[in-house]
């Protein structure tokens, strides 16, 4: 591999990082804030219907493609007009053929889960908003082959505020479940518009059977990847919203979102970029030994610290703030999803890094393992110990990070304690004076001057232990900021 070429790959990946984590920073923001004000509006019930509905989607969405983006992304070559136009065509063959199906038999599903007319409104809502979401594959793949991260989320942005804004506003004026719907529908024309705007790509039909076969040799085992993630997650969901009740699955879904959290605040963007990145770096396996170890030290830097913050402050909150006392059923939960979150963390960059070098069909034994597990465990501690039984099985499949840590060994060796052992530290300094503070009493003032004293620490000692690890990144940070610094601004 060229040195030019690798320092410019370098460069996209901090450029690409940083784009994604400040847009997603702003769209967390975004989705805290209007969570926060959905879970006072709204009642764990309307929660649990759009939990178990929007599982339908995604269930259905894992069928759109047969892994063909994925291919056209980890292609080394850049991808043919009759690559792209034959996967655009087969996916919305696919996609026109799901939603059609779905519409036709949506009053079956409602009569399954004794959802009412509005509820079936809702999934109608959700399918065509699915459809709409499809129409941007082959511009958002454009995008991500060249790493332009920065453009990529401009539309992530803005159909996230439009959907919170159109859900809260409705929500305000009493329209409970259809709140979501018209949300969806509005995110989904807004996602559309703004992504051909910023990577205009001129819509064509047509197969050529060729292209589809040399991609499906990565798509179609990356895809049974995805098949067996929608059996172990989304399938699950949709078969516990039939055995608990709406209220219990608003629980799960409240602790899920939360303790997921920092994984969606930094991990995504970390795993967004590395793919594509590790793609590009497979005929260098040094070079990407060094880029999955970096990678499994920003993890650390940020995941270990806001999982804590997250765990300490979330009982408090729920006390002292005004009519979310209703959420606390959902605490155990929420405890035993942070501990699986932080873990799997670690084994997302893992299995981007094996699929990156080819080696598909061992990250497909790892999905075979885990949805077998959760296939054994959910069910029957479900029936044990009712809505607690998905969060203790997810803790207990947590534990197999171990098994891809080995399995990326016999290819790439990575010094996995170097990367997270100071990041844990200092995470442990951080979380002493926060809990002495606490240990006096529980209100806003010993909540904010124990959060404030706690930042406070873990970034002096952070930087104390890591000065080394984080002073290269700095010139390159500061040019993106320079660069770039209205987030929404591009150019």
Do not use: H
């Amino acid at each position: 591999m060229q040195e030019d070429l690798i320092k410019e790959i370098k460069g996209k990946i901090v450029g690409g990082v940083f784009a994604l984590t400040t847009r997603t920073l702003i769209l967390q923001i975004i989705s805290f804030i209007a969570t926060f004000i959905l879970t006072i509006i709204l009642s764990p019930s309307i929660f649990g219907i759009f939990f178990v509905v929007s599982a339908v989607i995604s269930f259905l969405s894992y069928f759109s493609d047969v892994g063909l983006a994925a291919s056209l992304i980890q292609k080394k070559e850049d991808p043919t007009r009759q690559e792209l136009v034959s996967v655009f065509t087969l996916q919305q063959l696919i996609v026109g053929s799901l939603v059609l199906l779905a519409i036709i038999f949506s009053p079956n599903f409602g009569k399954f889960y004794s959802l009412n007319s509005d509820g079936i409104f809702l999934l109608r809502a959700l399918l065509i908003s699915f459809f709409l979401s499809s129409l941007k594959t082959i511009p958002s793949i454009l995008l991500e082959r060249k790493l332009e991260f920065s453009l990529l989320v401009i539309p992530q942005i803005l159909e996230t505020f439009v959907f919170y804004l159109t859900t809260i506003v409705l929500a305000l004026l009493g329209y409970g479940i259809f709140s979501f719907a018209w949300g969806s529908i509005a995110r989904g024309v807004v996602g559309l518009v703004t992504i051909y705007v910023i990577s205009p790509w001129k819509l064509s039909i047509g197969i050529d059977m060729g292209s589809l076969k040399k991609l499906l040799s990565f798509g179609f085992p990356f895809q049974m990847n995805s098949l067996l993630a929608l059996v172990k997650d989304d399938l699950m969901t949709i078969f516990l919203g039939k055995i608990l009740p709406f209220s219990q699955m608003g629980y799960i879904g409240w602790a899920k979102k939360w303790s997921e959290a920092p994984l969606r605040l930094i991990m995504d963007s970390i795993i967004r970029v590395t793919f594509p990145a590790f793609s590009r770096m497979q005929g260098d396996k040094k070079l990407l030994s060094k880029a999955i170890s970096k990678s499994f030290f920003f993890l650390s830097f940020f995941i270990f610290p806001t999982t804590a913050l997250l765990i300490i402050y979330i009982k408090p909150m729920i006390y002292l703030i005004p009519k979310y006392l209703k959420w606390e059923p959902a605490l155990v939960p929420f405890y035993l999803y942070s501990f699986a979150a932080v873990l799997a963390a670690f084994s997302s960059p893992i299995v981007n890094a094996l699929n990156a070098i080819g080696k598909i069909k061992k990250t497909l034994i790892l999905m075979i393992l885990w949805t077998l597990l959760t296939w054994i465990l959910v069910p029957y501690l479900t029936l044990m110990y009712g809505y607690y039984g998905a969060p203790f099985a997810a803790f207990a499949i947590s534990f197999t990070v171990i098994i891809p840590i080995f399995m990326i060994r016999k290819y790439i060796y990575i010094p996995i304690l170097t990367s997270i052992l100071k990041p844990i530290v200092s995470t442990c300094f951080m979380v002493v004076p926060i809990l002495l503070i606490l240990s006096f009493g529980i209100n806003l003032l010993s909540i904010g001057t124990s959060l404030i004293l706690g930042i406070i620490v873990y970034s002096v000692s952070a930087w104390l232990m890591m000065k080394n690890e984080l002073l290269p990144y700095f010139p390159k940070f500061i040019r993106n900021v320079s660069r770039n610094p209205d987030p929404f601004n591009p150019t």
